[in-house]
């Protein structure tokens, strides 16, 4: 079964607004990652933030983790039209900890449009 | 630096025919992982290699086997395959610092 659920399922905005994803998970975590996939193209990683963060930076992105309410969000600024792509969240499948980070339940993603 | 390289990279089988889907990985990872995506489903884990030598389980195994060839290679098996494996699939290493590769997928469909 899946953990991790987004929202919305589909976002479109303008090129240089911000763009904001959520995410719902269900069971305790040590950590939530965000991935960005381009149409036919693999997954590629953009952020880990660890269960005892409550926020983390990357460039332009900015992700929260709230672990009393099971969610996070990942925040866009600025966006370019490059950033249109599905984005997805994934936290650790079956038991919390261990070193196989890969081993993960994904949501079935936010597609973000950007129109230039 | 090639990252994680799947091959083929699409492939048309008829039902009952078996194939093996290749992945090698040359950053040096112990963890690798084979998923599957589907339309409006996400990624979902078949098999995954912790380690060189072993092979554990995912959420969605039945139909496949795996074998982990030595450390760079993990490779996934269709013995008899169905309709119903159609789909992407995608092979991943992971590193200790929390970050998965994936590969560019392989695309497959089962008639």
Redesign the interface.
Known sequence: ??Q?EEDPQALSIQEGENATMNCSYKTSIN?L?W?RQNS??????LI?IRSNEREKHSGRLRVTLDTSKKSSSLLITASRAADTASY?C?TP?GKAG????????????TILTVHP | NAGVTQTPKFQVLKTGQSMTLQCAQDMNHNSMYWYRQDPGMGLRLIYYSASEGTTDKGEVPNGYNVSRLNKREFSLRLESAAPSQTSVYFCASSDLRGEAFFGQGTRLTVV
């Open positions: 079964s899946q991790g950590n990652q991935y036919g193209r693999g997954l590629v990683h880990l997805f994934a499948l261990g070193t196989s980070y890969g081993k993960l339940t994904f949501g079935q993603g």
